[in-house]
């Protein structure tokens, strides 16, 4: 499918997606000194061929203007002539997308994520047991126990993809960069918010938990 063959409305929809879902991230703080980036995808998906519409990097993802977003390749390459520049950090995108053919991502930082992923780098995995929000992340059992991975935040994003491949795990929908934030997926927008408000709510108790009891 090329990208012109998907529907005006599609592109529309997931635009209109993006701007409510940065909205309300940006009432709760989530895009301290414009960081953060959020991707929705149009259209059919295959590993080798897709397309998403992507936040445009550097931009003030406090304020909506008409320059926030564009939509991008497989290969993180505008689809249209335009001269915005995608995220700093599309090649995530992509390669999330490539391995999951998930429906969207949302990143963003918080001192929670980047505090305990420097608390759990040696273990490469930030440890949670039995708290109840791991249902938000669609995992049913009881007292189930997850691991969510942590990657290296090498400054240049390539080293980083490579990193994402070996670690993601397609049970547990987000990845930890360490002392940077939390990428999160879903099928759709509304699943990727949910999994990114559990995985926040998740590092915050985690935290807390460890603070409590004073861990070394
Ligand atoms: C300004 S700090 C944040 C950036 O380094 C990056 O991590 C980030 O999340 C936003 O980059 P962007 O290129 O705007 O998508
Ligand atoms: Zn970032």
């Given at each position: 499918?090329a990208?012109s063959?998907?529907?005006?409305?599609?592109?529309?929809?997931?635009?209109?997606e993006?701007?409510?879902?940065?909205?309300?991230?940006a009432?709760?703080?989530?895009f301290?000194?414009?960081?953060?980036?959020?991707?929705?995808?149009?259209?059919?998906?295959?590993?080798?061929?897709?397309?998403?519409?992507?936040?445009?990097?550097?931009?003030?993802?406090?304020?909506?203007t008409?320059?926030?977003y564009l939509?991008?390749d497989?290969?993180?390459?505008?689809?249209?002539?335009?001269?915005?520049?995608?995220?700093?950090?599309?090649?995530i995108?992509?390669e999330?997308?490539?391995?999951t053919?998930?429906?969207a991502?949302?990143?963003?930082?918080?001192?929670?994520?980047?505090?305990?992923?420097e608390?759990?780098?040696?273990?490469?995995?930030?440890?949670?047991?039995?708290?109840?929000?791991?249902?938000?992340?669609?995992?049913?059992e009881?007292?189930?126990?997850?691991?969510?991975?942590?990657?290296s935040?090498?400054a240049?994003?390539p080293?980083?993809?490579?990193?994402?491949?070996?670690?993601?795990d397609?049970?547990?929908?987000?990845?930890?960069l360490r002392?940077?934030?939390?990428?999160?997926?879903?099928?759709n927008?509304?699943?990727?918010?949910?999994?990114?408000?559990?995985?926040?709510?998740?590092?915050?108790?985690v935290y807390r938990?460890?603070?409590?009891?004073?861990?070394?």
């Amino acid at each position: 499918m090329a990208f012109s063959d998907i529907k005006l409305e599609q592109k529309q929809q997931a635009l209109a997606e993006l701007r409510s879902v940065k909205e309300l991230f940006a009432s709760r703080g989530w895009f301290a000194g414009t960081s953060g980036n959020l991707s929705v995808r149009v259209g059919d998906y295959t590993p080798d061929e897709f397309y998403f519409a992507i936040t445009a990097s550097g931009k003030d993802k406090t304020v909506h203007t008409p320059e926030d977003y564009l939509f991008v390749d497989k290969d993180g390459k505008a689809c249209e002539a335009t001269s915005l520049k995608p995220s700093a950090e599309t090649l995530i995108h992509n390669e999330i997308y490539r391995l999951t053919g998930a429906g969207a991502i949302f990143h963003v930082h918080s001192v929670y994520s980047a505090v305990i992923s420097e608390w759990f780098w040696e273990r490469k995995a930030v440890p949670v047991d039995g708290v109840e929000l791991i249902k938000g992340l669609n995992i049913w059992e009881e007292e189930a126990h997850i691991d969510i991975p942590i990657v290296s935040n090498f400054a240049e994003i390539p080293r980083i993809v490579p990193e994402v491949t070996e670690r993601l795990d397609k049970r547990i929908p987000g990845i930890i960069l360490r002392k940077h934030g939390i990428y999160a997926w879903g099928a759709n927008a509304f699943e990727a918010k949910r999994h990114i408000e559990s995985f926040e709510f998740l590092f915050e108790y985690v935290y807390r938990w460890e603070m409590l009891n004073g861990r070394k």
